[in-house]
């Protein structure tokens, strides 16, 4: 079973940076994609940005080029970073990693047939 794993969250203010690192392992020898979501309070859970294995990458539009997705691979693990600078308050949230297969990878991923981590709170203040 693939379990994310995310750290990096904190306190920062406007401005500053941030680097959210999700770490898994089961995935390395098969195609796969992992993607950053966030969820505000009393908000919906929203896709951040997105990476596969084959070199897509993909930003939602608030992103405005503050944030770079990344991915390693290390013996069995991978290790998705997601380099968030320029905070704003309004990217309060905690964030959550997702994972699965490539050919999955569309649709409703990662509703379904995703592999979700705890999540990490990032916190933006004025």
């Known amino acids: 079973q693939v379990q994310p794993v995310e750290s990096g969250g904190g306190s920062v203010e406007s401005g500053g940076s941030l680097r959210l690192s999700c770490t898994a392992s089961?995935?390395?020898?098969?195609?796969?994609?992992m993607g950053w979501f966030r969820q505000a309070p009393g908000k919906e859970r929203e896709m951040v940005a997105s990476?596969?294995?084959?070199?897509?990458?993909?930003?939602e539009d608030f992103v405005q080029g503050r944030f770079t997705i990344t991915i390693s691979e290390d013996n069995s693990k991978s290790t998705m970073y997601l380099q968030m600078n320029s905070l704003k308050p309004e990217d309060t949230a905690m964030y959550y990693c997702?994972?699965?297969?490539?050919?999955?990878?569309?649709?409703?991923?990662?509703?379904?047939?995703?592999?979700w981590g705890q999540g990490t709170q990032v916190t933006v203040s004025s």
């Open positions: 990476i596969d294995t084959r070199g897509d990458k993909s930003y």
């Open positions: 997702a994972a699965g297969w490539y050919e999955y990878c569309s649709g409703s991923w990662p509703t379904r047939r995703g592999f």
């Open positions: 089961g995935l390395t020898g098969r195609s796969y994609c």
